[in-house]
Protein backbone atom coordinates (compact mmCIF):
# COMPACT_ATOMS: atom_id res chain seq x y z
CA UNK A 1 0.00 0.00 0.00
CA UNK A 2 1.52 3.68 -1.15
CA UNK A 3 1.17 5.83 2.06
CA UNK A 4 0.83 9.72 1.05
CA UNK A 5 2.66 11.70 3.72
CA UNK A 6 1.36 15.66 3.90
CA UNK A 7 3.31 18.20 5.09
CA UNK A 8 2.89 20.67 7.28
CA UNK A 9 -0.69 19.57 9.45
CA UNK A 10 -1.55 23.23 9.40
CA UNK A 11 -0.81 26.36 7.72
CA UNK A 12 -1.29 29.30 9.30
CA UNK A 13 -1.61 32.45 6.68
CA UNK A 14 -3.26 35.37 5.80
CA UNK A 15 -5.42 36.38 2.75
CA UNK A 16 -2.92 37.28 -0.22
CA UNK A 17 -0.08 35.19 0.98
CA UNK A 18 1.26 32.15 -1.01
CA UNK A 19 0.57 29.00 0.35
CA UNK A 20 2.82 25.71 0.03
CA UNK A 21 1.72 22.30 0.62
CA UNK A 22 3.86 18.96 0.61
CA UNK A 23 2.78 15.64 -0.33
CA UNK A 24 5.47 12.63 -0.18
CA UNK A 25 4.31 9.04 -1.07
CA UNK A 26 6.01 6.32 0.63
CA UNK A 27 7.51 4.58 -3.31
CA UNK A 28 6.88 6.28 -6.91
CA UNK A 29 3.40 7.03 -7.79
CA UNK A 30 4.81 8.86 -11.30
CA UNK A 31 3.01 11.62 -11.96
CA UNK A 32 -0.29 9.97 -10.90
CA UNK A 33 -1.38 12.31 -8.08
CA UNK A 34 -4.06 14.18 -7.13
CA UNK A 35 -5.57 17.15 -5.48
CA UNK A 36 -8.69 17.76 -3.52
CA UNK A 37 -10.35 20.90 -1.39
CA UNK A 38 -12.65 19.80 1.31
CA UNK A 39 -14.76 23.00 3.42
CA UNK A 40 -16.65 22.27 6.63
CA UNK A 41 -19.57 20.52 6.22
CA UNK A 42 -18.84 19.70 2.70
CA UNK A 43 -17.69 17.06 0.21
CA UNK A 44 -14.04 17.32 -1.25
CA UNK A 45 -13.36 18.54 -4.79
CA UNK A 46 -10.74 18.01 -7.18
CA UNK A 47 -8.79 20.64 -8.13
CA UNK A 48 -5.33 19.02 -9.79
CA UNK A 49 -5.20 15.93 -11.44
CA UNK A 50 -1.89 14.28 -12.71
CA UNK A 51 0.33 16.78 -10.29
CA UNK A 52 -0.07 19.55 -12.26
CA UNK A 53 -3.47 19.71 -14.39
CA UNK A 54 -5.91 22.41 -13.05
CA UNK A 55 -9.42 20.20 -13.21
CA UNK A 56 -12.65 22.23 -14.86
CA UNK A 57 -13.15 25.53 -13.24
CA UNK A 58 -10.41 25.68 -10.53
CA UNK A 59 -8.60 29.27 -10.89
CA UNK A 60 -5.01 29.92 -12.34
CA UNK A 61 -3.89 30.59 -8.57
CA UNK A 62 -3.76 26.79 -7.85
CA UNK A 63 -1.39 25.36 -9.02
CA UNK A 64 0.84 21.70 -9.17
CA UNK A 65 4.02 20.23 -9.57
CA UNK A 66 6.24 16.78 -8.47
CA UNK A 67 6.78 13.80 -9.65
CA UNK A 68 7.84 10.53 -8.42
CA UNK A 69 7.43 10.92 -4.33
CA UNK A 70 7.13 14.25 -4.03
CA UNK A 71 4.90 16.71 -5.06
CA UNK A 72 3.54 19.97 -3.94
CA UNK A 73 0.47 22.05 -4.27
CA UNK A 74 0.82 26.46 -4.54
CA UNK A 75 -1.62 28.87 -4.14
CA UNK A 76 -0.37 31.79 -4.69
CA UNK A 77 -2.30 34.15 -3.28
CA UNK A 78 -4.83 33.15 -0.67
CA UNK A 79 -8.49 34.19 -1.00
CA UNK A 80 -11.03 33.99 1.91
CA UNK A 81 -12.48 31.00 0.31
CA UNK A 82 -9.58 29.07 -0.09
CA UNK A 83 -9.18 28.42 3.80
CA UNK A 84 -9.97 24.55 3.92
CA UNK A 85 -8.26 21.06 4.73
CA UNK A 86 -6.18 19.89 1.28
CA UNK A 87 -5.82 16.18 0.57
CA UNK A 88 -3.57 14.53 -1.99
CA UNK A 89 -4.52 11.19 -3.30
CA UNK A 90 -2.96 8.38 -5.89
CA UNK A 91 -4.05 6.37 -8.28
CA UNK A 92 -0.84 4.73 -9.63
CA UNK A 93 -1.29 1.36 -7.34
CA UNK A 94 -4.71 0.22 -6.30
CA UNK A 95 -6.17 -1.07 -4.37
CA UNK A 96 -6.14 0.60 -2.06
CA UNK A 97 -6.82 4.41 -3.66
CA UNK A 98 -5.39 6.09 -0.76
CA UNK A 99 -5.54 9.77 0.41
CA UNK A 100 -3.19 12.06 2.62
CA UNK A 101 -3.96 12.88 6.36
CA UNK A 102 -4.53 16.36 4.97
CA UNK A 103 -3.12 20.03 5.63
CA UNK A 104 -5.60 22.50 7.05
CA UNK A 105 -4.84 25.94 5.84
CA UNK A 106 -6.50 28.78 8.38
CA UNK A 107 -6.84 31.90 8.64
CA UNK A 108 -3.54 33.56 10.57
CA UNK B 1 -28.01 18.11 -12.94
CA UNK B 2 -25.27 16.09 -12.76
CA UNK B 3 -25.17 15.13 -8.72
CA UNK B 4 -24.90 12.09 -6.75
CA UNK B 5 -27.53 11.81 -3.31
CA UNK B 6 -26.95 9.56 -0.69
CA UNK B 7 -29.22 7.97 1.56
CA UNK B 8 -29.74 5.25 4.12
CA UNK B 9 -27.41 6.53 6.83
CA UNK B 10 -28.20 6.92 10.80
CA UNK B 11 -27.88 5.30 14.31
CA UNK B 12 -27.56 1.31 14.52
CA UNK B 13 -26.03 -0.87 17.28
CA UNK B 14 -22.74 -2.33 16.78
CA UNK B 15 -23.11 -5.81 14.86
CA UNK B 16 -26.21 -4.94 13.05
CA UNK B 17 -26.51 -4.24 9.16
CA UNK B 18 -27.37 -1.39 7.62
CA UNK B 19 -27.60 -0.22 3.66
CA UNK B 20 -26.50 2.82 1.96
CA UNK B 21 -27.48 3.57 -1.58
CA UNK B 22 -26.58 6.38 -3.82
CA UNK B 23 -28.88 8.22 -6.54
CA UNK B 24 -27.07 9.51 -9.53
CA UNK B 25 -28.21 11.73 -11.89
CA UNK B 26 -27.08 14.29 -15.23
CA UNK B 27 -24.28 11.93 -16.72
CA UNK B 28 -24.02 8.40 -18.04
CA UNK B 29 -23.76 5.79 -14.55
CA UNK B 30 -23.62 3.12 -16.35
CA UNK B 31 -20.09 3.79 -17.88
CA UNK B 32 -18.78 5.51 -14.78
CA UNK B 33 -16.23 3.31 -12.46
CA UNK B 34 -18.07 4.09 -8.67
CA UNK B 35 -16.81 4.45 -5.11
CA UNK B 36 -17.44 4.56 -1.56
CA UNK B 37 -15.12 6.63 0.90
CA UNK B 38 -15.64 7.94 4.23
CA UNK B 39 -14.14 10.08 6.73
CA UNK B 40 -14.72 9.83 10.58
CA UNK B 41 -15.50 12.53 12.27
CA UNK B 42 -12.72 14.98 12.42
CA UNK B 43 -10.50 12.98 10.50
CA UNK B 44 -9.16 12.53 7.15
CA UNK B 45 -10.30 10.76 3.96
CA UNK B 46 -10.44 6.95 3.54
CA UNK B 47 -11.41 4.97 0.64
CA UNK B 48 -13.75 1.79 0.93
CA UNK B 49 -15.25 0.42 -1.72
CA UNK B 50 -14.96 0.50 -5.34
CA UNK B 51 -17.19 -1.22 -8.48
CA UNK B 52 -16.50 -1.24 -12.39
CA UNK B 53 -18.52 0.45 -14.72
CA UNK B 54 -20.55 -3.16 -15.57
CA UNK B 55 -20.46 -4.45 -11.58
CA UNK B 56 -17.72 -6.94 -12.96
CA UNK B 57 -15.04 -5.89 -10.45
CA UNK B 58 -15.27 -4.92 -6.93
CA UNK B 59 -12.60 -3.81 -4.33
CA UNK B 60 -12.35 -3.37 -0.37
CA UNK B 61 -10.42 -1.82 1.93
CA UNK B 62 -8.89 -4.58 4.43
CA UNK B 63 -10.81 -2.71 7.21
CA UNK B 64 -13.91 -3.83 5.60
CA UNK B 65 -13.25 -6.88 3.27
CA UNK B 66 -15.87 -9.86 4.35
CA UNK B 67 -18.38 -6.99 5.72
CA UNK B 68 -19.04 -4.55 3.42
CA UNK B 69 -20.26 -5.29 -0.20
CA UNK B 70 -20.28 -3.05 -2.85
CA UNK B 71 -23.17 -3.21 -5.65
CA UNK B 72 -24.86 -1.00 -8.74
CA UNK B 73 -28.12 -1.43 -10.39
CA UNK B 74 -27.45 0.88 -13.83
CA UNK B 75 -31.38 0.16 -14.49
CA UNK B 76 -31.82 2.37 -11.46
CA UNK B 77 -28.74 4.44 -11.72
CA UNK B 78 -28.24 3.38 -7.88
CA UNK B 79 -25.14 2.39 -6.47
CA UNK B 80 -25.25 0.54 -2.84
CA UNK B 81 -23.38 -0.15 0.23
CA UNK B 82 -24.38 -3.13 2.37
CA UNK B 83 -22.50 -2.82 5.62
CA UNK B 84 -22.96 -5.68 8.02
CA UNK B 85 -20.98 -6.69 11.24
CA UNK B 86 -20.51 -2.62 11.95
CA UNK B 87 -18.56 -1.87 14.57
CA UNK B 88 -17.91 1.50 16.42
CA UNK B 89 -14.77 2.34 14.24
CA UNK B 90 -17.26 2.53 11.26
CA UNK B 91 -18.85 5.91 12.39
CA UNK B 92 -18.24 8.07 9.67
CA UNK B 93 -19.81 10.35 7.13
CA UNK B 94 -19.89 7.81 4.05
CA UNK B 95 -19.53 9.59 0.57
CA UNK B 96 -20.20 8.33 -2.63
CA UNK B 97 -17.70 9.08 -5.60
CA UNK B 98 -17.58 8.92 -9.65
CA UNK B 99 -14.19 8.45 -11.19
CA UNK B 100 -14.16 10.60 -13.82
CA UNK B 101 -12.51 9.91 -17.34
CA UNK B 102 -9.30 11.08 -15.76
CA UNK B 103 -9.12 8.22 -13.30
CA UNK B 104 -9.81 11.00 -10.28
CA UNK B 105 -12.83 11.19 -7.89
CA UNK B 106 -14.25 14.25 -10.09
CA UNK B 107 -17.87 13.92 -8.92
CA UNK B 108 -18.93 13.80 -4.46
CA UNK B 109 -22.00 13.50 -3.09
CA UNK B 110 -22.54 15.47 0.35
CA UNK B 111 -22.69 12.09 2.36
CA UNK B 112 -24.66 10.41 4.49
CA UNK B 113 -23.77 10.19 8.47
CA UNK B 114 -23.05 6.58 9.88
CA UNK B 115 -23.20 6.45 13.76
CA UNK B 116 -22.48 2.64 14.98
CA UNK B 117 -23.29 3.27 19.12
CA UNK B 118 -24.87 1.40 21.50
Known amino acids: EIVLTQSPATLSLSPGERATLSCRASQSVSSYLAWYQQKPGQAPRLLIYDASNRATGIPARFSGSGSGTDFTLTISSLEPEDFAVYYC??????????FGQGTKVEIK | QVQLVESGGGVVQPGRSLRLSCAASGFTFSSSGMHWVRQAPGKGLEWVAAIWYDGSNKYYADSVKGRFTISRDNSKNTLYLQMNSLRAEDTAVYYC???????????WGRGTLVTVSS
Open chain 1, 89 to 98: QQRSDWPPWT
Open chain 2, 97 to 107: TKRGLLLYFDL
